[in-house]
């Protein structure tokens, strides 16, 4: 799906040079913060930090005896920077492609997820696949929501069961708590009275506002010498990172001011 949308963004005939200025020089129009944020929020989840350091730290436990020393780390250094890279890039490309394709789809009419209806995202993939181009988005949204709803109690269940001690692995309470994800997450999407779009908005806008948080701890972590040794930081990406922390932190701060001077 990710190879069909960027295939769509690449026929959809929107206007490049405009494009090219807004990645040179973003704006947020009028009313538009929530799905800035919801974007921010769904590229960089922050259980995605507990899920993938939790899968690394027990596969090199599994190899290395338990033991995961500075050689260790050495020998994966190279692999984990072309991991990491290499998902930020295809990450950053496919949100891309999407945003293209979206903005074209609502382009005349103004509309958005909101208020508009996905279908038009449907037939925007019209050209390249037909008749099926709506079998094939919806059964892609199935997809992705299977997936997210794999992976987000999975983390759920090891952040909370290394905060408070129990068994990552196996256990009732690590198995009650990823039920309890998935029955709650269900039980709001199957609501008459909820919008599914609604929901999902939520819930990114929610992720991209705690993620200063994380990443302020993550770069913190990452940045001290005596904690990571060698591996630590560099100068240019220390400020890299503060400065991702600054801008996310400000998008949020300023969400929060509008949401609750409106109340």
Known sequence: MSVVFIVC????????????????????????????????GTTI???????????????????????VNELVVRKQQWWLRLDTASSIIM???????IVVVAASAFEESGAVPLTGSLASVANQMKPLLGDFAGIFFYTGLLCAGVSSAITAPLAAR???AEALGWSSESGLMSALLSSAVVTIGTILAALPFLKSVVLIIFAQVTNAIVLPLF????????????LMGR????????????????ITLALSIYKLVKLFSNL
Do not use: H, T
């Not at 989840?45 to 338990?66: E, H, I, P, T």
């Not at 990450?91 to 492609?97: K, L, M, R």
């Open 9 to 40: 963004a690449l026929m959809s005939g929107i206007d490049w040079s405009r494009l090219a200025v807004a990645f040179v020089y973003p704006q947020i129009p009028e009313g538009s913060l929530d799905q800035v944020l919801a974007l921010i």
């Open 45 to 67: 989840v922050c259980y995605n930090l507990f899920l993938q350091s939790s899968a690394v730290a027990a596969k090199s436990s599994l190899r290395d005896g338990g033991v």
């Open 91 to 97: 990450g950053g490309i496919i949100s891309a492609s």
């Open 158 to 160: 090891l952040a909370v």
């Open 215 to 226: 990443a302020a701890l993550l770069v913190a972590l990452c940045s001290n010498k005596k």
């Open 231 to 246: 591996f630590s930081n560099g100068c240019l990406s220390m400020i890299l990172g503060w400065a991702c922390v600054a």
